[in-house]
């Protein structure tokens, strides 16, 4: 925390009970943003804003990024520049001061005591004065501040009541560079519309135009501006008025309008619902406007390049500089048809207009952008005609989408400007094949997938992918390339699933893309191992594993592992030469894919059963395999 020997010096002179201590930060990469608008001007290489909620001030450059802050002045509502820039005013009712700053540090100079309840609220500056309102909502006047006088000399350089009985609310003010004696005032007290303009030139003001707030100009002013080069005032950023012999008569108006500010060259910058529209002085159309949602405040730069404007955005209000005000921007239209055949003619139509008048025979360059050329093709220029429209015909050599990009390059009253349409320009159809579609396979097998593309023009290249069933796997490019002198490209896959296979061709500039599927379907792995039995023996041709008939058979498959996979364990008993099947019933798997059954000792000889373990395509738990029979496995149970 740093203060100034003079801002020291002023607390002691005038007995404040606390010291608020203005500390300038660092520069900083940052955009600047404020919580609660207070104030924004600007000088040749920086813009000022005030923060109310903060209290802070900012100093930007041109672009908008942050070059310094100072803290320390609470309720800060106002900001105004003397006339040399040197130094910067900053009000704030909080304090019942006007702290003056070092524009180039923001060190503080200087602090005025107001002594007033409520104030001061605005300031400006001119005449050689700081010029600042107060009061509140019922009455209010006007008082100055003197940067001459030096405090330490005895006498106050706050004047107060400069402006008594005219004044109900707390005026707003604005000043004109190039009358530098001027200095408008406009009501914002009780919703009337009083205002007044000026003469500050010798120090103490002389009324030039008054309006007494009969409500016959309009019904509350929110802002007002003096007009440069004219004894005009515009007020709400929409009506102007003329003053002479001392009153106010309305002399027109821009379409609607909230709040503006008026450049040296008299360029008004108007607030108009999220835009803000620049006019030249007594247009009825605007020359430029702005898209520029939540725009609370608007400065110009001295000399009328750049627009300043506040703007609303999740992180509060960001300046904004708004370049090029005095190009108008053309509107230009593009018209192709929505279709068209290859190698055949078509036409493209369109328009370009300006509310500034375009100069005779604009040229607009026209570039076709397509399979062919993906980064453009120039087409000869076309010559606008006088009404503003102009058409050009073309034979597209490519299919597929097409667009045509228009271009106006701007001059010295129009910015540049371009726009495009996109014509579905026809293809042939090519075929695309695929083999191995409905075929099973066992468990593991390498199975070649062979696409077959028919004729393309440039374009020979396929891609295959493999995508085998399950939420566990995606699907995954396993070959791509071009094809042979045949038309063919091949690909393995290893079939341990159902696997969904894809051809691809992505087409070319005569041939449209075309995608071609497989589906393939893979057994499961099962064997199963028997054991407890005392030896194996065929009965008949078929071989036996032979228990004692009060032994347990232990029965143990190993089936390809899935999570939540069942088996299905199937018993049948022999019986007079025929095979009875008792019922099914399902078995999980382990994670190693294991299942072990016992069987059960029948404790009777004689017994012929057999066993065999399956997988159900849905009914084993899951659908990822195609559905497998194991091999019967035959029981013999002796004495």
Same mark, same amino acid.
């Given at each position: ?48 804003? %005030?923060?109310? &909620?903060? =209290? ?6 041109? #672009?908008?990024? /942050? *070059? $310094?802050?100072? +803290? !320390? ?107 530098? %004696?001027?200095? &408008?005032? =406009? ?6 519309? #009083?205002?007044? /303009? *000026? $003469?500050?030139? +010798? !120090? ?107 703007? %609303?955005?999740? &992180? ?324």
């Amino acid at each position: 925390m740093r203060s100034t020997s003079t801002a020291t010096a002023l607390a002691v002179l005038f007995s404040s009970a606390a010291l608020s201590v203005v500390t300038a930060g660092p520069a900083s990469a940052a955009t600047a943003v404020v919580t609660t608008p207070a104030g924004i001007v600007a000088d040749g290489t920086r813009v000022f804003l %005030g923060d109310n &909620a903060s =209290g802070k001030v900012l100093a930007a450059n041109h #672009s908008g990024t /942050v *070059l $310094d802050s100072a +803290t !320390g002045i609470p309720g800060i509502t106002d900001l105004a520049l003397s006339a040399d820039g040197s130094t910067l005013y900053a009000a704030t009712p909080e304090l019942h001061e006007i702290v003056a700053l070092d524009a180039a540090t923001l060190d503080v100079k200087t602090r005025y005591t107001v002594a007033t309840t409520d104030g001061p609220r605005h300031v400006a500056f001119a005449g050689g004065k700081v010029w600042f309102s107060y009061g509140d909502q019922w009455s209010g006047d006007l008082g100055s501040v003197d940067p001459a006088v030096d405090p330490a000399s005895g006498t106050d350089p706050v004047t107060l009541g400069q402006f008594s009985g005219k004044v109900w609310g707390q005026a707003l003010l604005d000043t004109d560079p190039s009358a530098p %004696g001027l200095l &408008a005032v =406009g009501e914002t007290g009780l919703s009337t519309d #009083s205002m007044a /303009v *000026l $003469d500050v030139s +010798t !120090g103490t003001p002389q009324q030039l135009a008054w309006h007494n707030g009969d409500y016959s100009l309009n019904n509350g002013i929110g802002d007002i501006d003096l007009v440069p080069g004219a004894p005009q005032v515009l007020f709400n950023g929409k009506d102007r008025a003329k003053y002479a012999d001392g009153k106010f008569t309305l002399a027109g108006s821009y379409p609607s309008g909230q709040r503006a500010d008026i450049a040296a060259n008299g360029l008004v910058a108007q607030i108009t619902g999220g835009k803000v529209a620049v006019y030249q002085p007594n247009a009825a159309q605007p020359l430029r406007t702005y898209t520029a949602s939540g725009t609370v405040d608007v400065t110009w730069a001295p000399d009328a390049s750049r627009i300043f404007a506040l703007v %609303g955005t999740s &992180a509060g209000y960001t300046l904004k500089a708004l370049t090029d005000p005095t190009l108008n921007v053309p509107t230009l239209k593009v018209n192709a048809p929505s279709t068209a055949t290859r190698a055949k003619t078509l036409t493209v139509t369109g328009k370009i207009s300006a509310s500034v008048p375009l100069p005779a025979g604009v040229q607009l360059s026209v570039t076709r952008t397509d399979l062919e050329s993906p980064n453009g093709k120039a087409l000869a220029p076309v010559t606008v005609k006088a009404d503003g429209t102009y058409s050009f015909t073309n034979t597209p050599p490519a299919g597929g989408k097409v667009k045509y990009t228009v271009k106006y390059a701007g001059d010295t009253a129009h910015t540049a400007v371009s726009a495009s349409d996109t014509v579905d320009v026809s293809r042939a159809a090519t075929s695309l094949s695929l083999n191995n579609n409905g075929k099973l396979y066992s468990y593991g097998a390498d199975v070649k997938f062979t696409a077959h593309l028919g004729k393309t023009y440039k374009n020979r290249s396929v891609s295959i992918y493999a995508d085998p069933f399950g939420s566990d796997k995606g699907k995954k490019l396993i070959k791509t390339g071009t094809v042979n002198s045949d038309g063919n490209i091949s690909a393995w896959v290893d079939m341990t699933r159902d696997t969904a296979v894809t051809a691809v061709f992505a087409g070319d500039s005569r041939y449209k893309p075309k995608t071609v599927k497989s589906t393939a379907y893979a057994k499961v792995k099962i064997s199963t191992a028997v054991s407890k039995h005392y030896k194996t023996a065929k009965i008949g041709s078929t071989t036996y594993y032979w228990f004692h008939k009060s032994t347990d058979p232990l029965l143990t498959t190993t089936m390809s592992y899935y999570p939540g996979r069942q088996q299905r364990f199937d018993l049948q008993v022999y019986y007079q030469g025929s095979w009875y099947s008792t019922d099914s019933e399902y078995f999980p798997l382990g994670s190693n894919g294991k299942s072990a059954v016992s069987l059960g000792a029948p404790g009777e000889s004689g017994i012929r059963a057999r066993m065999r373990s399956v997988y159900v395509n849905g009914s084993s738990g899951d659908s990822v395999n195609s559905t497998t029979y194991g091999s019967w496995k035959y029981l013999y149970f002796s004495n």
